[in-house]
């Protein structure tokens, strides 16, 4: 689909995403115990368990370590967590409470937009009432899901039977409450019999997509392949790659997209190579204060995740090797910024969207 709806598609069937037959959301919050429920994202692909935050700085850790990861998980998350702080905080110093717990959640994760955009919306509902913060905060994880949902909708229109697609990172459901943002169109034509095949990358420094969408994907009986983050170009000249479809952590007014580190290079070689290069994102994500990607702040995460590598040894135990020359330095730049110009179109609940038109959307109220 090319022209722009602006309707958000209403009624939206629920096949939600399943692990091994049972269905799980990334996130949910249980109101009567003020606990927040994640799949821990830090055991898979290797082991599922579920991780429970019973107090809002416990759910900011878990932001932090990744046990939840992914912008619109991190989103509810952070949603979630201000809420948890409006139930907990004592009566007499309740507003200060508030910010304070405002601050320690932003500080947590700088570059995903949606943390903003949840945080904001339930500090305001918080100061009404902590039943009005659970409410706005299960308000957000139900639009995400919807949003994505709708992505799907849209975005299955880009792909033929048999699609090749590649995706950069994890931007399935994992990184959402459910269905994701760029593999919501491959669920979505899996299921209708489309046959699509992702080729997942990011193999380094988190391997996101190597463990996270390729569990995903093996979890939905979709074929993949798992390539080395340096492979993509040498898959588009061979002719091996119909479309790249990836997520957004923040997306500025003039249609710049920050996504996770290497995200740049795909779109660089797409636009050489003639692929389309879509990203997928719900209108949660998109900064309208922000201009350009220049105003993002790209969060710097701890050189341990570039000099080590986690993973199975022989024996089946998880273990941590260092695999880089002792005494060397490294750098960590989480995400990277890709321009408007190398972006052929935004997947939105609101339909697909040529980057440079979203100003056009810009009716964001200023907080
Ligand atoms: O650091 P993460 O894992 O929270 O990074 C976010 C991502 O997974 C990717 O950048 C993704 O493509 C966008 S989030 C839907």
């Known amino acids: 689909m090319s022209a722009v709806s602006t309707a958000i598609v209403s009624i939206l ?43 809002y700085t416990e759910t900011v850790e878990a932001i932090k370590i990744m046990t939840v990861r992914g912008a619109g998980a991190i989103g509810a998350t952070a949603g979630f967590a201000m809420a948890q702080a409006a139930c907990e905080a004592p009566l007499e110093d309740y507003v200060n409470y ?11 994760r700088p570059t995903a937009r949606n943390l903003f955009y949840a945080v904001d919306k339930v500090f305001l509902a918080a100061l009404q009432s902590p039943q009005n913060a659970v409410e706005v905060a299960l308000e957000i994880a139900e639009e995400d899901e919807l949003s994505c949902k709708a992505i799907g909708q849209y975005g299955v229109s880009l792909l033929n039977q048999g699609s090749r697609i590649l995706t950069h990172c994890n931007a399935g459901w994992l990184a959402f409450v459910d269905f994701g943002s760029a593999l919501s169109p491959v669920y979505e034509a899996a299921r209708r019999g489309m046959k699509p095949f992702v080729y997942a990358d990011e193999t380094r420094p988190r391997l996101q997509g190597a463990r996270l969408t390729a569990w995903e994907l093996n979890n939905e009986g979709i074929d993949l392949l798992i390539i080395p983050d340096n492979a993509a170009a040498y898959l588009m000249w061979q002719k091996k790659i119909d479309i790249v479809i990836v997520g957004a952590d923040r997306i500025a007014r ?53 000099s080590h590598v986690s993973g199975l040894d022989a024996s089946g135990n998880l273990q941590e090797v260092q695999i880089t020359s002792p005494g060397s330095q490294a750098f960590n730049p989480a995400f990277d910024i890709t321009a408007a110009e190398l972006v052929t179109g935004i997947i939105t609940e609101k339909g697909i969207i040529k980057p440079l038109d979203l100003i056009s959307f810009d009716n964001s109220p200023t907080l």
């Open 98 to 108: 508030l910010n304070q717990a405002k601050l320690t959640i932003e500080q947590s």
């Open 254 to 306: 003039n249609g710049d997209v920050a996504n996770k580190i290497g995200t740049l290079e795909k779109a660089i070689c797409a636009k050489h190579f003639n692929v389309p290069f879509y990203v997928a994102a719900p209108f949660s994500t998109i900064d309208f204060q922000s201009e350009s990607g220049s105003d993002f702040i790209i969060e710097e995460r701890n050189p341990n995740e570039v």
């Open 13 to 55: 069937k629920h096949t939600p995403m399943k692990v091994k037959q049972q269905h799980y959301k990334t996130v949910w919050y249980d109101s009567k115990l003020n606990e927040v429920n994640l799949i821990d994202q830090n055991l898979l692909p290797f082991d599922f368990g579920i991780k429970t935050t019973q107090h």
